[in-house]
Every structure is written in C-alpha cells, then in structure tokens.
C-alpha cells in the first residue's frame, strides 16, 4: 500500500474494499439479463441516464449508512444535478471509490483533497479507489493518493485483469 496512508488505513480494509468491488462486479455479470437482483443497483446511485451499466452496479455495493472493512462510514455524496457516489470514511481517512472515466477535478473532490495538504501530516488524509472498466468488463482497480490540489502523486495497483478474471472464473 502506499506508504502516506500506512497509519490511516490498513491492507486488511483495502483489500475487503477491493472484494466488495470484485463480489459486486461477479454478481453483475451473473445477473446481467435479470436487472431486478437485489442489492445490484441501488436506487441511491442510479446512473445519469438510469442506465444499468457496470458502474452504478459496482459503486451500488456501498449502500449508504452502512459500515464495511471495519470501521468505515459509507456516505452518500452528492453532486451535480442529483446524482450520488459512495464515501467510505472514518476519522482518519476519507476514501472516493470512482471509475476512472470520473474527472478528478470535479469541485464536490476538491474540498476532500485539502485533507492531504501540510504535506500528508493531517490526522485525516483522502484517496481514491479508481476501477476502470471496458464494455462492461472490471479491468482493474488502483489506489490513487491526490494531493492537496488533486493532481495524482501516487498509485498502486490493486488488482489486475488477470487476477479479477481468476475471481470471476
């Protein structure tokens, strides 16, 4: 994991995070054709044109107000005109899972990066969760540290095509 965030969120809780995402992804390519499963599409994140893509499926796994990888608040943002996304959160880090078509730039980040200026010293610090998809298919999923400004100064793979194809064989 990197480093600036050792002390603010642990492996154990990225990786629940990443089999939520991986879980969510299976259980959209099994239910494909019966777009009425349960849990698959909360209503709380539905899609700009309530279409049922990839996206709204996999960010539907972090139903608002619930609590997942231990300690972490799943808050419904808003932005936009009406729309949502999940932010898992305690009060040591702030996490945006988002796909990686989401402009990083968006004015509803902005205020979440500033958690990461004095140079990462700040109790809480903010970073992104990036899944990035293609016809329909999870690729793969990054940990983006931002800085104060959103520029992305760090990454690190999470998962891969290849081991996401081995979890949904």
């Known amino acids: ?14 990786r629940e995070i990443v089999d939520m995402i991986v879980k969510q992804y299976r259980n959209y390519l099994g239910n494909m054709y019966n777009l009425n ?3 698959l599409f909360r209503e709380e994140y539905a899609s700009h044109y ?4 990839i996206s709204w499926a996999i960010i539907s796994a972090f139903e608002s107000g619930s609590i997942v990888a231990g300690d972490l608040q799943v808050k419904k943002i808003e932005y936009g005109r009406g729309h949502n996304r999940p932010e898992l959160s305690n009060n040591k880090i ?18 979440d990066y500033e958690c990461n200026k004095n140079n990462f010293s700040n109790e809480q610090l903010c970073c992104i969760i990036r899944y990035n998809t293609k016809r329909g298919r999870l690729n793969s999923i990054t940990l983006c540290l ?11 793979k999470l998962l891969d095509r290849n081991k996401i194809l081995k979890y949904v064989a």
Not at 1 to 14: A, F, N, P, T, W
Not at 150 to 156: A, D, H, L, R, S
């Open 94 to 111: 702030k996490i945006h899972i988002l796909s990686s078509e989401i402009n990083l730039n968006a004015n509803y980040l902005q205020k």
């Open 50 to 53: 309530r279409q049922y893509c």
């Open 146 to 156: 931002p800085d104060e400004t959103g520029q992305i100064i760090e990454t690190e």
């Open 37 to 39: 499963a349960a849990n």
């Open 1 to 14: 994991m990197i480093e600036r965030l050792r002390e603010h969120v642990s492996d154990g809780q990225m």
